[in-house]
């Protein structure tokens, strides 16, 4: 059969800077083995074979990892290069280093890719583009036959329904906050289609901010410290941002530090787009509209918790500073499925 391949505009610009890297996805992160790499790994001769049979081990989950070296892939170097990939070649890189940071969201009949904001590189890619409509390319793939695992209606009603999504956040008449919070009616809306088995896309009716629920900002930046924190610099922005407590900067008064945040207006639409297409669709698996886009309104709230906070302190907002704390929540939060959010 053939699947429909969809890839943003950006994807193919994307290039791992290694060295040059602020980050890196070798530090703090488990490197999982997959079994056909294992398989070829058996074979390596040499002190790198005999190096890489040593590091392998089964984490909790069962998964064949390489053991960490003081927070670190042990095949890192300091040059910011993969030792494997230096002394063997690329093809003997396992499916998770090779892949990252490409991702596909893979419905069967076509798959939608993207990279993971995760990587500071692909971070930079993401939030520096236009937020135009047609940003996507698309190819054609043969694949062995697969089943369909969605329902088609509703896999209609939520393609319809991200095209108003996206409608919603790069409408430039409204703020970023207002756009989260339309989408967020909007996806109610949607929700009850689904729930009542109706897939008619939901005209979009404009709320406006009227009733806006409170956030307890020291209640949501504490259930982040309680879990596990790769990265020092991660705990230290999520301390500083706790110390502002319930502070609003909606109130008078505060009129340089909302000019500091609405200088990255197109950052949070494009985050907020990347949120979007990489989720909204998987609805069609769980039937939980809503939820698709709680790691999207938990991302905008942290962001702007940390750039304020930022701000006090440096009186300043570099986008730099702002393109790494939406790096920093992704690798902390997004790849940490056990992650919940209490706003
Ligand atoms: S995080 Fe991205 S840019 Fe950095 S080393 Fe990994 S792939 Fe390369």
Redesign the pocket.
């Known amino acids: 059969m053939k699947r429909l391949d969809i890839y943003p505009d950006y994807y193919g610009r994307f290039r791992?800077?290694?060295a040059d890297?602020e980050?890196?996805?070798c530090a703090q992160w488990q490197i999982v083995v997959d079994d056909e790499t294992a398989l070829l790994y058996e074979d390596v001769p040499g002190e790198i074979g005999e190096k890489i049979q040593s590091v392998q081990e089964f984490d909790e989950d069962g998964d064949r990892v390489f053991k960490l070296n003081d927070g670190r892939c042990p095949f890192w170097e300091e040059t910011g290069l993969c030792e494997i990939h230096r002394c063997l070649g690329e093809e003997y890189l396992c499916g998770t280093c090779s892949e990252?940071?490409r991702a596909v969201q893979d419905y069967g009949d076509f798959a939608e890719h993207d990279l993971s904001l995760s990587?500071?590189?692909?971070s930079r890619l993401i939030l520096s583009g236009d937020c135009s409509e047609n940003d996507f390319i698309e190819s054609y793939e043969d694949i062995p036959d697969e089943e369909i695992c969605y329902k088609q209606e509703i896999m209609d009603l939520l393609k319809e329904s991200r095209q108003q999504l996206r409608k919603i956040i790069m409408d430039n008449s409204i703020t970023p906050s207002e756009a989260l919070y339309e989408c967020y009616h909007y996806a109610y809306d949607v929700q009850r289609a689904v729930d009542n088995e109706k897939y008619v896309c939901p005209e979009f009716i404009e709320k406006g901010m009227d009733s806006v629920p409170q956030i307890s900002y020291t209640r949501f930046i504490n259930g982040f410290l309680q879990q596990e924190i790769l990265t020092d610099q991660w705990r230290e922005i999520l301390i500083e941002a706790r110390s502002l407590g319930e502070m609003s900067i909606c109130s008078a008064g505060y009129d340089d530090i909302v000019n500091a945040l609405s200088s990255f207006d197109r950052g949070y639409r494009r985050m907020m787009l990347h949120y979007v297409d990489r989720y909204w669709l998987r609805a069609a698996f769980d039937c939980d509209v809503v939820g698709k886009l709680r790691l999207m309104a938990a991302a905008y709230i942290m962001l702007r918790r940390l750039q304020t906070a930022y701000y006090i302190k440096n009186k300043e907002l570099p986008v730099s500073a702002s393109e790494r704390m939406v790096q920093l929540f992704s690798k902390e939060v997004e790849h940490n499925s056990s992650m919940n959010f209490e706003f």
């Open positions: 791992c800077i290694a890297c980050d890196s996805c990252y940071p990587c500071p590189e692909a």
